[in-house]
């Protein structure tokens, strides 16, 4: 199974700045997901990450406040821009291999 | 699109009993169902899948099986210990497309 880091495990930001997180793979993978957590609730998807063309955002996420890149199979990073309270979660990578595996997460907390 | 349920929200066993977590799908399109358990602090963790040829699978203390007539699936745990407490998610999968329930608290009493 691949082995997904991320960094950073945990911030805490001022509200309006941004955050990028980004996310290793140790192999090459073609698809790589960002999934969103909120306090005691289930995996919302936010957007596949794709290598070499743009995100594909789920409904109700867009690529202004989440931009993502994926410059390679291993890597890909999610910004959460312009951030608010309501941002507070836990960011999740994930890929597809083709069971799926998550990383660690990044606890956001926003102030 | 798919609709993935779970039940129950939380779960309290004493250390040893078995515990049952189920989960029903609406979409008779999906093929491939895994368990994740996520601990405190961490991202979900693969315990244990089933594809839908199949309607058992274990591994050691850990069970799951699939009724594809009626579209539920179950997580079966026996033998529980301190260190089975954690969230529970069940999902629903067609190809690379994945439907989570809603999680199942479960603490293991000793």
């Known amino acids: 199974s691949a082995v997904i880091s991320q960094k950073p495990s945990r911030d805490i930001c001022q509200r309006g700045t941004s955050l990028t997180i980004q996310c290793q793979v140790d192999?090459?993978?073609?698809?790589m997901f960002w999934y969103r957590q909120q306090p005691g609730q289930s995996l919302t998807l936010i957007a596949t990450a794709n290598q070499g063309s743009e995100a594909t955002y789920e409904s109700g996420f867009v690529i202004d406040k989440f931009p993502i890149s994926r410059p390679n199979l291993t890597f890909s990073t999610l910004t959460v821009s312009n951030m608010s309270p309501e941002d507070s979660s836990i960011y999740l990578c994930?890929?597809?291999?083709?069971?799926?595996?998550f990383g660690p997460g990044t606890r956001l907390t926003v102030t | 699109g798919e609709n993935v349920e779970q039940h129950p929200s939380t779960l309290s066993v004493q250390e040893g009993d078995s515990a049952v977590i189920k989960c029903t799908y609406s979409?008779?399109?999906?093929?491939?169902f895994p368990w994740y358990k996520q601990e405190l602090g961490k991202g979900p963790q693969l315990i244990i899948d089933i594809r839908s040829n199949v309607g058992e699978k274990k591994d050691q203390r850990i069970a799951v099986t699939l009724n594809k007539t009626a579209k539920h699936f179950s997580l079966h745990i026996t033998e529980t210990q301190p260190e089975d407490s954690a969230v529970y998610f069940c999902?629903?999968?067609?190809?690379?497309?994945?439907?989570f329930g809603t999680g199942t608290s479960l603490t293991v009493i000793p």
């Open positions: 192999s090459q993978v073609t698809m």
């Open positions: 999902a629903a999968s067609r190809g690379n497309q994945f439907y």
């Open positions: 979409d008779s399109a999906s093929n491939y």
């Open positions: 994930s890929v597809y291999d083709p069971e799926q595996y």
